[in-house]
């Protein structure tokens, strides 16, 4: 699975293309826990969006492998 | 939204008013708005050398589809144009440009601040603002 | 309200978005709002060839100056930039520019909003509409 | 007394500027009545208000010969 990152989880992550190479994550919020664990900084520094396939994804939302998933930190654009 | 009736445009290079302007003039409208955003030197009293803009594409576009899509609806608009600028943009130079053209005036008014408004909630466009001692991503903090 | 801040000038010349712009970007202002009123081809069914403007040109002015220092006392605007075209005005073209800059945006719109609707009510400029079968004074009827 | 007419009023009096010589007219309020009586057409018309001196007066407020004045109709820029 592979999890594009923007901004600050760019940083966070240290790549722009983080690859997920596990069983279970099959939901935006298994993946959400699984970035949590994974990287801790999230929790301290920021709040994040999941994006499927270009979308805002709601929790309960499927992932494949075949999905483009992206992590959406808080957005400031304009 | 038929593709003659809105511009989207995101771009490294410098944006350009007039170009939005005519995008939006229609024989059949009285009231165009425009919104320009500029980089302001001074946030929070902290003097600002530059931004930096990156987004998410295809999906920053996506978001803006569907927000124009909105504004048309609500606001009856004639036509719309958004650009937005990434990369680095110095002070005073323009971040986004946002024009729409109604029949009336109020309506133009309204769906511009909606827009922009909406722009900044949801549509996938980071900042990145640079200081003289450092830099930080704009909203960042929780 | 100093010189410098506020620009209002009645033309018989083409008004230019870009010149009305560029007067108010401001280094310490994110937030630009433009409004542009342009001649429509059709007002209540009936075809417009063109419209003729005329003005009580000191009075108008003066007017116009208040209405700028009460828009600056109620949002806190940086600097205003309003022109008005006189003569004839054909189908698109622009009879008048506002461009407002603010440090953030909402007021920007509100200020911009409030000037056009002002100068709607209490500006003494008068605008006669062309019909292909005759013409009027618009508003004249009680 | 000189007044200005602009617009719709320029078209009812026929002329850009109407000389009044006539006493007895020395308040906004008692020049409007002159011209209404003068001028029925703008009872059929239009509405207008008078400005004095390139500023809107309000009826009590007196004129003179050496003011500057105004029939302005209703507006209609922008």
Known sequence: MTVLCFGIARDIVGQ???????????????????????????????????????????????VTNSDEIAIIPPVSGG | ????????????????????????????????NAFVGTVRQWNKGEEITHLDFESYEPMAIAELEKIAKKAKDQFNTQKICIHHRLG????????????????????????????IDQLKKDVPIWKKEFLSNGSYWVNARP
Chains 1, 4 share one sequence.
């Open chain 2, 88 to 115: 680095k943009v110095a002070i005073t130079e323009i971040a986004v440009i946002i024009t729409v053209s109604c029949k009336h005036r109020k309506a133009a008014f309204q769906a511009c601040e909606f827009i």
């Open chain 1, 16 to 62: 722009s293309k983080l690859t997920i190479d596990r069983e279970g994550i099959n939901s935006v919020e298994g993946l959400r826990h699984f970035l949590i664990e994974t990287f801790p900084k999230f929790k301290e520094y920021t709040s994040f969006r999941i994006a499927v396939n270009q979308a805002f994804a709601s929790e309960k939302d499927e």
């Open chain 2, 1 to 32: 939204m038929e593709d003659n009736k809105l511009n989207i445009k995101l771009t490294n290079d410098p944006l350009n008013l007039s170009e939005c302007y005519r995008f939006v003039v229609e024989p059949s409208c009285g009231g165009i």
